[in-house]
T-cell receptor, first 115, second 115 residues
């Protein structure tokens, strides 16, 4: 069965600090896809990134970076020089061949960036 | 381009009443998903459609819940009769073919309160 674990329920940082959100996944498939979504206080979920299981290259997009390590089944998300606008709940999600088009979400991490 | 549209944004009703939530997916998307978000259970997939056909409704909690997609641009989620434990935020999302690896685009959600 698929499972996504985000062990950090809440994280609080001061603006300009770097912060890493952890995501650990479980799947029996060799082909799978990992996602990160952001849910700001307004409530809508916003797609951030997708990674397939065959591409372990890390990715950087502005202040955001993602570290995918199959050896540890982790797909961690780092925000560099955090800003107040980064305050949101961040969800990691997984889909695999067994689940078809189903996304399995983690519990989410509430990030608060204080000025 | 318009994103996923949901209505109403907020719904307050009394136990036993029928509730209908509506969703218009992004034009051209052939997958549509209904999710429920609560503090206790996080984000749960209720049902999803492909080309207007329900594919997986295993997440529908019980017979009180039903979903339809009469055409490619409209879907409803109905709860009859509603109960206080149905109080949650209900999200609709859509994606292009191959939803297992394509990102899902979420609507703003409907916040349902059953008194």
């Amino acid at each position: 069965a698929q499972k996504v674990t985000q062990a950090q329920t809440e994280i609080s940082v001061v603006e300009k600090e770097d912060v890493t959100l952890d995501c650990v996944y479980e799947t029996r498939d060799t082909t799978y896809y990992l996602f990160w979504y952001k849910q700001p206080p307004s409530g809508e979920l916003v797609f951030l990134i997708r990674r397939n299981s065959f591409d372990e290259q890390n990715e950087i997009s502005g202040r955001y970076s993602w570290n995918f390590q199959k050896s540890t089944s982790s797909f961690n998300f780092t925000i560099t020089a955090s800003q107040v606008v980064d305050s949101a709940v961040y969800f990691c999600a997984l889909s695999d061949l067994a689940s078809g088009s189903r996304l399995t979400f983690g519990e989410g991490t509430q990030l608060t960036v204080n000025p | 381009d318009a994103g996923v549209i949901q209505s109403p944004r907020h719904e307050v009703t009394e136990m036993g009443q029928e509730v209908t939530l509506r969703c218009k997916p992004i034009s051209g998307h052939d997958y549509l998903f209904w999710y429920r978000q609560t503090m206790m259970r996080g984000l749960e997939l209720l049902i999803y459609f492909n080309n207007n056909v329900p594919i997986d409704d295993s997440g529908m909690p019980e017979d009180r819940f039903s979903a339809k997609m009469p055409n490619a641009s409209f879907s409803t989620l109905k709860i009859q009769p509603s109960e206080p434990r149905d109080s949650a935020v209900y999200f609709c999302a859509s994606s292009l073919s191959g939803a297992s690896y394509n990102e899902q685009f979420f609507g703003p959600g409907t916040r349902l309160t059953v008194l």
